[in-house]
């Protein structure tokens, strides 16, 4: 295995790179576009590269769906670090370009919800058509395929553009969350500030089954930060259930959760537990509720010891 080179989503110029950018331990490994998210895992499952990082959630469209279904179904892979980027999109074009000159534009379908409605207002009759990534619209537009292309201003240097417009987006304060996926090893030690993923099957499709897990967090006060489900391909109304809750595997409410989730689910994958990269201070989300503390479980643990041993 490769264990200085990170791959992450391509080419060059996307915000998969820029968010990449931000991890300090990136100043050291080979960093390696790579043409798909598929492609970037598949690059670790092979030995090839320490680790990729992959977008999996963006604050308008919501999951990345190829990203979470290759890490619930494919070959097991572990969530190590996440990074929240935000993201404003440059209108880039060649030299000399107009707006009025802009007749087919051009970038990732995720970008296309985020500009739809500046589309509208400023460009109303130009044709939108789907790139692989926003890095490669700005490509297909240097090479004179298309009049434009949405995709981060950093791009524009790389690929020969100009940001006709900057700081595009219709919504304010839009992100885009990635991670930085390994081979599954031991989680790092706990922060404080963690949250853990996983991905859980339903045990048939009948009433309150999903209840039943989300009980298993509930009862043990453990929040759930996101909840999204994918089918499974295996007929209409199967489907499993990526999660990702506050706090880390190794303490005693959230391994009892899983452990709660292990015994009623057919299916549980443990997918990462990591530092939260939020903005919210140095917590994650309220205080515990009472009864529900890391303290609380070992202490109601240490009462149940003295009851076996005979020590009321």
Request: charged share 20%; net charge negative.
């Amino acid at each position: 295995m490769s264990a200085t080179r990170y791959v992450y989503l391509g080419p060059e110029g996307t915000f998969t790179e820029a968010a990449l950018h931000t991890l300090p331990e990136a100043a050291t490994r080979e960093l390696v576009p790579m043409v798909s998210v598929p492609a970037a895992l598949d690059a670790v499952r092979g030995g090839e590269a320490a680790a990729a990082l992959v977008p999996i959630e963006n604050s308008v469209e919501g999951g990345v769906t190829t990203t979470i279904d290759e890490l619930a179904q494919g070959e097991p892979l572990m969530i190590y670090r996440e990074v929240r980027l935000p993201i404003a999109f440059a209108l880039l074009v060649r030299p000399g370009t107009a707006l009025d000159d802009i007749k087919t534009v051009t970038g990732h379908p995720v970008a296309q919800s985020q500009v739809r409605s500046w589309l509208r207002r400023h460009l109303p009759y130009a044709v939108w058509e789907s790139a692989s990534s926003n890095a490669d619209g700005a490509r297909l537009v240097q090479e004179g395929r298309y009049d434009a292309a949405f995709a981060g201003e950093f791009a524009a240097a790389r690929y020969g553009l100009h940001p006709l417009v900057t700081e595009i987006h219709d919504a304010e304060n839009a992100e885009t969350r990635f991670v930085l996926v390994g081979r599954a090893a031991r989680p790092a030690a706990p922060t404080g500030r963690d949250k853990t993923s996983v991905a859980v099957w339903l045990a048939g499709d009948r009433p309150g089954a999903l209840l039943d897990l989300l009980q298993e967090f509930a009862v043990r006060g453990v929040s759930l930060m996101l909840i999204q489900s994918r089918p499974t391909g295996e007929g209409i109304g199967n489907y499993c259930f990526v999660m990702d809750a506050e706090g880390h595997v190794t303490e005693r409410r959230v391994g009892e959760a899983l452990m709660g989730l292990k015994r009623i689910a057919p299916k549980v994958r443990f997918l990462g537990s990591y530092p939260h990269a939020g903005d919210r201070g140095d917590t994650v989300g309220p205080p515990p509720r009472p009864g529900t503390a890391e303290g609380d479980f070992t202490a109601v643990a240490d009462w149940l010891t003295r009851i076996q041993d005979g020590r009321y």
